[in-house]
């Protein structure tokens, strides 16, 4: 059963208060995505809440960022990391409760950061009370309609209804036990059997979720991220697609479980709900497409603010391809008038340190460690060229400390589902979500009391927080300073072009108004003409005759003013 809201949220006035001093919030704006149980944890069980969350707002405040992104803290029994919601309306217990969620979103406003929760519409826990109640009722039952219950094939149906992979690998299919104990229906779940999938051809389900965001929406929160956002709709009959290896087409091709043009009626329904409400609201999608321009249909003016750039996040670091994709989002995007987004990390990738610590052509779920310093030093300077960009940005927490991913955690303490399948997705996600260092010593590195759920590396003292404060050329304060900038700068943030400089091989540099970027991607280092007074770089530039010396995988900023 849900939790009880607190009293009276319309309290949550300072919502529009927050707001009202910058309008277009969103066009331009940083966006720290915090994962709740590798972030802070305030009661020494190991496990990272939100109360956690809420006593290092400040800190985040002092990086500079907009807003905050929160992944999912709702009941959920956890089968994949609460993307397996229960609940909507009630926290998780090992997260805090409602009480703990307005008050962090009290602390926020008055910090001057916006909070944007995270949504999971695409299907449910198989603990959610409709699933429950499907399964209780047997064959014929109503609420089995609000789900994809179908009869399997074969003689006595024992083979799944369609030829569906899961994400997390083996049939999209699960086949239930029918109350009198025998073999019956089978079920459609695109990620783990945990996960049914809703069937939004269904108005109940519809219903459910305008409600959902009302509640959040009265508690005060300040936007969505939609998880799966192009996974809600599925093509008419629930067709075969004809291949295995299904998930080297994703990306590629329009699938009849994704990116179908039926989830758009959807978000425009949504939209007119967010416009109701003061503050500049938004939705951001996650929208795996195949092609950037299908990703701008999720955000023209009626229906998304903006949506995650999965392109971009799986560029490697090479000038041309960057420069390449760059272009084409900004192209993509201004016919619909929205704000490109730019991300390097997320809690479903190797982080970018590792990343490009690595030769390239290893896709974005690394395993080994690579050259460290190379890595570090390529995503700093990828940051640079990212917080350049026209649009909106987004920060994945420990990216600031310049964390790699955790590419030697020992099998028994792995936890994503995905690792335990044998198939679908390598399920080394573990790897970006060990929690964060805050000091250099005690117990899990200032994380919590009681130690963390995921082993933290000896070395992850010299990377906290503590270690990296007030540190000149540290990560933490290049990150600082370089979100500072941002605000004081005219020119940097929301917009939606650039002016490409004549460059050498490997090396970007783009105008905007007064301001100049250059983004060094080969491994040498190079001389650029000194387009004014350097602002910040990535690494240690040479100023010389109207000349500066780039290092190797290194970004600069400058000022002609």
Same mark, same amino acid.
């Given at each position: 059963?849900?939790q009880?809201?607190?009293?009276?949220?319309?309290?949550?006035?300072?919502?529009?208060?927050?707001?009202?001093?910058?309008r277009?919030?969103?066009?331009?704006?940083?966006?720290?995505q915090?994962?709740p149980?590798?972030?802070?944890?305030?009661?020494?069980?190991g496990?990272?809440?939100?109360?956690g969350?809420r006593s290092?707002?400040?800190?985040?405040?002092?990086?500079?960022?907009?807003?905050v992104?929160?992944?999912?803290?709702?009941?959920?029994?956890?089968?994949?990391?609460?993307?397996?919601?229960a609940d909507y309306?009630?926290v998780?217990?090992m997260?805090g409760?409602?009480?703990d969620?307005?008050?962090?979103?009290?602390?926020?406003?008055?910090?001057?950061?916006r909070?944007?929760?995270d949504?999971?519409?695409?299907?449910?826990?198989?603990?959610?009370?409709?699933?429950?109640?499907?399964?209780?009722?047997g064959?014929g039952?109503?609420?089995?309609?609000?789900?994809?219950?179908?009869?399997?094939?074969?003689?006595?149906?024992?083979?799944?209804?369609?030829?569906?992979?899961?994400?997390?690998g083996g049939?999209?299919w699960?086949?239930?036990?029918?109350?009198?104990?025998?073999?019956?229906?089978?079920?459609?779940?695109?990620?783990?059997?945990?996960q049914?999938d809703?069937?939004?051809?269904?108005?109940?389900?519809?219903?459910?979720?305008?409600?959902?965001?009302?509640?959040?929406?009265?508690?005060?929160?300040?936007?969505?991220?939609?998880?799966?956002?192009?996974?809600?709709?599925k093509?008419?009959?629930l067709p075969?697609?004809?291949?295995?290896?299904q998930?080297k087409?994703?990306?590629?091709?329009?699938?009849?479980?994704?990116?179908?043009?039926g989830?758009?009626?959807i978000?425009?329904?949504w939209?007119?709900?967010?416009?109701?409400?003061?503050g500049?609201?938004?939705f951001?999608?996650?929208?795996?497409t195949?092609?950037?321009e299908r990703?701008a249909?999720y955000?023209?003016?009626?229906?998304?603010?903006?949506a995650?750039?999965?392109q971009?996040?799986?560029t490697?670091?090479?000038?041309?391809e960057?420069?390449?994709?760059?272009?084409?989002?900004?192209?993509?995007?201004?016919?619909?008038?929205?704000p490109?987004?730019w991300v390097?990390?997320?809690?479903?990738?190797?982080r970018?340190?590792?990343?490009f610590?690595?030769?390239?052509?290893l896709?974005?779920?690394?395993r080994t460690?690579?050259?460290?310093?190379?890595?570090?030093r390529?995503?700093?300077?990828?940051?640079? =060229?990212? @917080?350049?960009l026209?649009?909106?940005a987004?920060i994945?927490q420990?990216?600031? !400390? /310049?964390?790699? $991913?955790? %590419?030697?955690?020992?099998?028994?303490?792995r936890?994503?589902?995905a690792?335990?399948?044998?198939?679908?997705?390598d399920?080394?996600?573990?790897?970006c979500?060990v929690?964060?260092?805050?000091?250099r010593?005690g117990?899990?590195?200032?994380?919590?009391a009681?130690?963390?759920?995921?082993?933290q590396?000896?070395s992850w003292?010299?990377?906290?927080?503590?270690?990296?404060?007030?540190?000149?050329?540290?990560? =933490?304060e @290049?990150?600082?300073?370089?979100?500072a900038?941002?605000?004081?700068?005219?020119? !940097? /943030?929301?917009? $939606?072009? %650039?002016?490409w400089l004549?460059?050498?091989?490997?090396?970007?540099?783009?105008?905007?108004?007064?301001?100049?970027c250059?983004?060094?991607t080969?491994?040498?280092?190079?001389a650029i003409?000194?387009?004014?007074?350097?602002?910040?770089?990535?690494?240690?530039?040479?100023?010389?005759?109207d000349?500066?010396k780039?290092p190797?995988?290194?970004?600069v900023?400058f000022?002609?003013?």
């Amino acid at each position: 059963m849900s939790q009880q809201p607190p009293a009276a949220p319309a309290h949550h006035s300072a919502v529009a208060a927050v707001a009202d001093r910058r309008r277009d919030w969103w066009r331009d704006a940083v966006i720290y995505q915090v994962y709740p149980r590798s972030f802070a944890d305030s009661n020494g069980d190991g496990m990272g809440d939100l109360e956690g969350v809420r006593s290092r707002l400040p800190y985040l405040r002092d990086l500079g960022v907009d807003a905050v992104w929160l992944s999912p803290f709702y009941a959920s029994p956890q089968a994949d990391a609460g993307y397996d919601v229960a609940d909507y309306r009630a926290v998780d217990p090992m997260f805090g409760n409602l009480l703990d969620a307005d008050a962090l979103i009290r602390d926020a406003h008055e910090l001057g950061l916006r909070i944007i929760v995270d949504l999971v519409p695409n299907h449910s826990s198989d603990q959610h009370e409709w699933f429950k109640r499907a399964l209780a009722e047997g064959p014929g039952s109503p609420l089995r309609e609000r789900y994809h219950f179908r009869p399997g094939k074969g003689k006595n149906g024992e083979l799944p209804p369609n030829d569906w992979e899961s994400i997390f690998g083996g049939p999209a299919w699960t086949r239930v036990t029918e109350p009198d104990g025998t073999p019956g229906e089978w079920y459609l779940h695109l990620f783990a059997p945990e996960q049914p999938d809703f069937n939004w051809e269904h108005p109940a389900v519809g219903d459910e979720f305008r409600s959902i965001l009302r509640f959040w929406l009265d508690m005060g929160v300040d936007g969505f991220r939609i998880d799966v956002a192009h996974g809600l709709v599925k093509a008419d009959g629930l067709p075969d697609l004809g291949s295995r290896d299904q998930l080297k087409l994703l990306g590629n091709d329009v699938m009849p479980f994704f990116d179908q043009d039926g989830v758009h009626a959807i978000y425009r329904q949504w939209r007119r709900i967010l416009d109701e409400y003061a503050g500049e609201r938004i939705f951001v999608a996650e929208a795996w497409t195949p092609t950037v321009e299908r990703t701008a249909n999720y955000v023209r003016p009626d229906e998304l603010h903006q949506a995650f750039n999965f392109q971009y996040l799986s560029t490697e670091w090479d000038a041309k391809e960057l420069r390449t994709v760059i272009d084409r989002t900004l192209e993509a995007m201004r016919p619909v008038g929205a704000p490109a987004t730019w991300v390097l990390s997320n809690h479903d990738v190797t982080r970018h340190a590792t990343r490009f610590a690595n030769p390239p052509g290893l896709g974005t779920q690394i395993r080994t460690a690579g050259d460290r310093g190379l890595g570090l030093r390529r995503a700093r300077a990828a940051t640079l =060229l990212m @917080l350049a960009l026209p649009g909106s940005a987004y920060i994945y927490q420990g990216e600031e !400390l /310049g964390l790699p $991913d955790v %590419v030697d955690l020992p099998d028994e303490v792995r936890q994503d589902p995905a690792y335990f399948r044998g198939a679908g997705q390598d399920g080394f996600r573990d790897g970006c979500r060990v929690p964060i260092p805050w000091t250099r010593e005690g117990s899990s590195y200032g994380f919590g009391a009681g130690g963390s759920w995921l082993p933290q590396p000896a070395s992850w003292g010299e990377l906290s927080v503590e270690a990296q404060t007030g540190v000149p050329g540290s990560t =933490l304060e @290049l990150y600082r300073t370089a979100l500072a900038a941002r605000r004081t700068q005219p020119d !940097l /943030g929301a917009g $939606d072009a %650039v002016e490409w400089l004549r460059a050498s091989e490997g090396v970007l540099a783009f105008r905007r108004g007064e301001f100049v970027c250059v983004a060094n991607t080969t491994g040498e280092s190079v001389a650029i003409p000194a387009y004014g007074r350097v602002l910040l770089a990535s690494g240690e530039v040479t100023e010389a005759d109207d000349e500066t010396k780039v290092p190797a995988d290194t970004t600069v900023w400058f000022t002609t003013v």
